[in-house]
T-cell receptor
């Protein structure tokens, strides 16, 4: 089955800095890569996703890049704000039905 | 439109007791999922369903059973609870789009 590794497990940045979270996957057939944000005590929510036919996708301060050859994808957050503090999960889907999640990155943005 | 709801929000069980967690969605979604979330472990798929009357095993199915008798409901059962099943349980649903919509979670403690 699919295996997703996520790094780092924790990330501390100053407000206004950029943050990068990286994930690798094992199944070359995976074709869908979402990122979820989970605030403390809340449910995970999708913030951005990318499909395997696209190398990069951007939505305001958030961007995701995908390198299919190396089997890794990354989340980039620019101009971080305290409200970006949360746990971020990457995931990969090698079949249409299910997702395999990484173990999460706790991002702390200090004012 | 309530989205995805879960019942109960909290529960404490003694070892060996049984219980059923209910997930309900009002979005007419075909796919439904049960995950467990443990510290440092991310979201792990327990069981899922691709439509009414269907169920399938995920990554960590042992000790759990599920049923999808109605399209809008997905039940997760613990027949004989164990302390290792202490966790936060999330239900999710989706339709033909890939985004999964999560419920608010159920915090289960087994003593």
């Amino acid at each position: 089955g699919e295996n997703v590794e996520q790094h780092p497990s924790t990330l501390s940045v100053q407000e206004g800095d950029s943050a990068v979270i990286k994930c690798t996957y094992s199944d070359s057939a995976s074709n869908y890569f979402p990122w979820y944000k989970q605030e403390l005590g809340k449910r995970p929510q999708l913030i951005i996703d990318i499909r395997s036919n696209v190398g990069e996708k951007k939505d305001q301060r958030i961007a995701v890049t995908l390198n299919k050859t190396a089997k890794h994808f990354s989340l980039h957050i620019t101009e971080t704000q305290p409200e970006d503090s949360a746990v971020y999960f990457c995931a990969a889907s090698s079949g249409y039905s299910t997702l395999t999640f990484g173990k999460g990155t706790m991002l702390l943005v200090s004012p | 439109n309530a989205g995805v709801t879960q019942t109960p929000k909290f529960r404490v069980l003694k070892t060996g007791q049984s219980m059923t967690l209910l997930c309900a969605q009002d979005m007419n979604h075909e796919y439904m999922y049960w995950y467990r979330q443990d510290p440092g472990m991310g979201l792990r798929l327990i069981h899922y369903s691709v439509g009414e009357g269907t169920t399938a095993k995920g990554e960590v199915p042992d000790g759990y059973n599920v049923s999808r008798l109605k399209k809008q409901n997905f039940l997760l059962g613990l027949e004989s609870a164990a302390p290792s099943q202490t966790s936060v349980y999330f239900c999710a649903s989706r339709n033909t789009g890939r985004e999964q919509y999560f419920g608010p979670g159920t915090r289960l403690t087994v003593t």
